[in-house]
Nanobody, 123 residues
Framework: QVQLVESGGGLVQAGDSLRLSCAASGRTFSNRSMGWFRQAPGKEREFVAA????????DYADSVKGRFTISRDNAKNTVYLQMSSLKLENTAIYYCAIRLGDNVNSAKDYSYWGQGNQVTVSS
């Protein structure tokens, strides 16, 4: 069984930075991508970023390009999401997950979701 444990969320002001972590334990998928999604109140879960576990190739939602950076530490089985220049609209619960399907930005192609981590951006 795979467990994903997220940490690093919290309350910040607009323009601040925050780093989320996602540590995987149990059975890991060394040849799979991992991704971050977020869900704001009343909205569907949306793709934020993904990273190839071996290649390190990254993908980002247009709304976060240039402000968010996804990275990973294979030795620690951990994926990070560095968020900079945070905006009010970035307030959401952020989830990490392992991609088992082919579509990088589709939540349906991800499994083994973390518990979610609240990020709140205030003015």
């Amino acid at each position: 069984q795979v467990q994903l444990v997220e940490s690093g969320g919290g309350l910040v002001q607009a323009g601040d930075s925050l780093r989320l972590s996602c540590a995987a334990s149990g059975r890991t998928f060394s040849n799979r991508s991992m991704g971050w999604f977020r869900q704001a109140p009343g909205k569907e879960r949306e793709f934020v970023a993904a990273i190839g576990w071996r290649t390190g190739n990254t993908d980002y939602a247009d709304s976060v390009k240039g402000r968010f950076t996804i990275s990973r530490d294979n030795a620690k089985n951990t994926v990070y999401l560095q968020m900079s220049s945070l905006k009010l609209e970035n307030t959401a619960i952020y989830y990490c997950a392992i991609r088992l399907g082919d579509n990088v930005n589709s939540a349906k192609d991800y499994s083994y979701w973390g518990q979610g981590n609240q990020v709140t951006v205030s003015s």
